[in-house]
């Protein structure tokens, strides 16, 4: 039975994560020790895709875990690896009877004193992101209120990190957007400025502009920018060169 | 449900996957019954460019948020919060040049929604109506979507900009405003002063004579007008 008030210390420590600013690493690290503290389980430990989709260890509640997940990970086979490719949970999977299945994994494990294995997909809707491995030393099913608890907890995580994927990604492209609108920005200044002080269109500056960049191989954008800052003076550009 | 209002509001939009920025605001001015829409981005709490007007007196409300750097769109982008007002009559207004201007065009209610994913804050949209009154439950559940769609295609039309340059539907927007900057450029060099300088002039000038900025802004480039000239 999953212990019911650092369960719920667990789920509270795991929400009170989700702020802006948070660290995927140290969000999954703490999900391992929890699902330990909390779970009746020996060890934990977690498994993210990365963009090519294979899977990365990312946290482990002890260096045995961290062996068996590497290792999964470069044999191909075991309870994680399945979790991740089905989304669906591996459950009290008596690691005696697995020999066929995961043969070299089931092997490593219970050389390691593991008896049964579990894994949860990180999954959200249709996306899998990864997988929460848990590992039980003692022989017997895990029950159905800890599977219902991990998968909780899973699920808490998995919401997280995408939340945090889109918000980066979001991030950027606003960082990105509002870049390029200064640039334009200051452009215009710039050919404002030329324009006034050549007693030309906007059409005539721009050339002038563009064809000083050019020939004085500097970025569009630098040049107007010091322009715009007065670092150079809008009547001394070269004339355009015809085109 | 939701999901639902997701899906009927994509319905409205469909074939134009969210790219198609008139048709965004002028769904926005569907679902929510409203006079008009606009979406305007905004950064630093100042108006950057407008993605869409349904019509003339939307696009003026997003012209006046510009010149005066006040308005229903300016406060809901900066709190990230809904900005509601059903009466432009009514007394006690936050905005009051915003309001006697906008009153001025006809409209009587404003509201702003902040466009944002997150804690990315992109911009807002703005509604009006030329009668007072509210938005019902349902028709500002349909605003926050849009708000939504209008936030993913923003990004969607950033992502699929070349590095360094706007993405198309922003660039269109970005063109109202640009004479203004070319303006400010121009007055820069007529008074000796920074451009920043030249801008707050120009922003004034705009206001003491009830105008609009870019068309201030036009009539410094085509050498109508020269600031420190007038009576």
Redesign the interface.
Known sequence: MPNPVLLVQSLVELADNLVDDFDVVDLLSLLSERCVGALDVTAAGVMLAVPSGALEVIASSSEAMRTLEVFQVQSDEGPCLDAYRTGKQVVNLDLAATGTRWPRFSALAAAKGFHAAHSFPLRLRRRVIGALNLLRSDPGSLQEADIAAAQALADIATIAIIQHQISIDAQTLNTQLSAALNTRIVIEQAKGKIAQATDSDMEQAFRRLRSHARNHNLRLADLASRIADGAIGPSSLDRPTPE | MPAERYLRILNLLAGTDGSNAPRLCAVAAEVTATSGAGVM?L?DGRP??SLCTTNDVSALIEDIQYTLGEGPCVDAHRSGRVVSEPDLGASELPWVEFSRRAAGAGVQAVFGYPIR??????GALNLYRDRPGALSDDQHANALVVADLA?RA??DS??N?P?????IH?EEG?DLW?VV??????????LDV??ADALVRLRAHAFATDRLVAEVARDV?DRRFRLGTEK
């Open positions: 981005l950064a950057q460019a994913l997150g804690t990315v804050r992109l936030a923003i990004l950033q992502a900009a590095p360094g340059a706007i993405g922003v970005f640009a900057h070319q303006a400010a450029g121009m007055i820069s060099v007529q920074p451009i480039i």
